[in-house]
């Protein structure tokens, strides 16, 4: 069985401070996902990363994929209150399952 | 053009209502999705089709009954559904299925309230 777990699952963070939500998943993959979604908002696709090693970054988001771990990382740098939502990691399984991460609700405060 | 548009945007139905929720999206892709997501939890995948033809179910209750009558629409046909089936429903698509690197996309999702 497929499973997708990020921590931490809550996550309340200053303004201008630097953390990172983590996602493990059991099964061999080559490609993971990273979605954005606002509260009552459909998901909003942040990333792709295809292969061992892949780094992408957007603007104060960097996310990063080590397939020999199976482990994805989203790092936020100097956080900002338009960061807050829910981030959830998408692992593909067998050519186009998706199947998404428990989910991190960040909250940045000033 | 990377819409994928679902109508309605709000269902309320009662348990013995018949209903469908439409998903239409026009970028060529040839794998069309729908999930369910309950509050605060991911999406839970429901259905794939890939090019027109049910690829997965997801041991999914046949209340529960996906269509696809072309390449650019997908619907879900509702029928004796539980008020624990109320959720936010989800079409997705993506490029031809197996191809590195496809990008899922989201319509805005339906509310369902079954009462």
């Known amino acids: 069985e497929l499973k997708v777990e990020q921590n931490p699952l809550f996550l309340s963070m200053q303004e201008g401070k630097n953390y990172t939500i983590y996602c493990n998943y059991s099964?061999?993959?080559?490609?993971l996902y990273w979605y954005r979604q606002d509260p009552g908002k459909s998901l909003e696709s942040l990333f792709v990363?295809?292969?061992?090693?892949a780094v992408k970054q957007e603007g104060r988001l960097m996310a990063s994929l080590d397939t020999k771990a199976r482990l994805s990382t989203l790092h936020i740098t100097a956080a900002v209150h338009d960061l807050s939502a829910t981030y959830f990691c998408?692992?593909?399984?067998?050519?186009?399952?998706?199947?998404f991460g428990t989910g991190t609700s960040l909250t940045v405060i000033p | 053009d990377t819409e994928v548009t679902q109508t309605p945007k709000h269902l309320v139905m009662g348990m013995t209502n018949k209903k469908s929720l439409k998903c239409e999206q026009h970028?060529?892709?040839?794998?069309m999705y729908w999930y369910k997501q309950k509050a605060k939890k991911p999406p839970e995948l429901m259905f794939v089709?890939?090019?027109?033809?049910?690829?997965i179910n997801e041991s999914v209750p046949s209340r529960f009954s996906p269509e696809c009558p072309n390449s650019s629409l997908l619907n879900l046909h509702l029928h004796a559904l539980q008020p624990e089936d109320s959720a936010l429903y989800l079409c997705?698509?993506?490029?031809?299925?197996?191809?590195?690197?496809?990008?899922?996309?989201f319509g805005e999702g339906s509310w369902l309230t079954v009462v």
């Open positions: 997705a698509s993506s490029q031809a299925p197996g191809n590195s690197g496809n990008t899922i996309y």
């Open positions: 099964t061999t993959s080559d490609r």
């Open positions: 990363l295809l292969s061992n090693g």
């Open positions: 998408a692992v593909v399984y067998t050519g186009n399952q998706f199947y």
């Open positions: 970028m060529g892709h040839r794998a």
């Open positions: 089709y890939s090019y027109e033809k049910l690829s």
